[in-house]
């Protein structure tokens, strides 16, 4: 993000403060526009990102099983009301040509997916999809379980509550063995 773009988060963030009915040049709030804007740069360093570029390809035996990574956390905003959603991604696909992604690439994927506003739903098929472009694999399955502050601190009002979302592709669309295996090996507690 540049400097002209962290300065307008700066000045919105004193705007927000003060429409709150807060006083921006409280002593212990005054940094926090600042704080604000290197924080919203993190969060959101991949908005507007289409493809995910940071990986290498291996190769392994042909016959590779399915591979699978679970309980991997993420942290994202939801586009509706900028506040956070966060919960764990489990992910799995079945490699097609012997063509796999290093293991630590995957959980790269979800934070390069969850770092734009966004919603559940398309943060599970956002991953499926690069998945997919990146392997070609014979299937990919994605399962979400996530918690919406949005849901949480205003609205319904009902805390703990978590949301569940799927998105099976290629063979886990059309082998219901192999998409219970993977529902069951990830069971979200
Ligand atoms: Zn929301």
């Known amino acids: ?12 963030v004193t705007d927000i403060i003060q429409a709150i009915g807060d006083d921006p040049e409280r002593a212990s709030i005054q940094e926090t526009p600042a704080r604000v804007a290197t924080a919203y740069e993190e969060i959101f360093s991949a908005t507007g990102k289409k493809h995910f570029e940071d990986y290498k390809i291996f ?3 042909e016959n590779a099983d399915m591979v699978v990574v679970q309980d991997i956390p993420f942290y ?3 586009e509706h009301h900028l506040l956070p959603f966060f919960g ?8 097609q040509n ?18 734009r506003p966004s919603v559940q739903e398309n943060i599970t098929v956002m991953i ?21 502050l949005c ?3 205003r609205g319904i009002n009902k805390s703990g509550l978590s949301t569940y979302t799927n998105k099976f ?4 669309s059309d082998d219901h063995e192999l998409k219970n295996e993977f529902l069951q090996q990830t069971r979200q507690k």
């Open 1 to 12: 993000m540049n400097e002209k773009n962290k300065t307008k988060i700066k000045n919105a």
């Open 59 to 61: 190769n392994v035996d």
């Open 76 to 78: 994202s905003m939801c």
């Open 88 to 95: 764990t991604v489990n992910v799995a696909y079945i490699p």
């Open 98 to 115: 012997g063509k796999i992604i290093g293991l630590s690439k995957i959980p790269r994927l979800v934070n390069f997916v969850a770092r």
């Open 128 to 148: 499926a999809d690069e998945l997919q472009r990146i392997l070609n694999p014979k299937g990919v399955a994605v399962s979400i379980s996530a918690r919406h």
């Open 151 to 153: 849901m949480e601190m």
């Open 169 to 172: 592709s290629g063979v886990f």
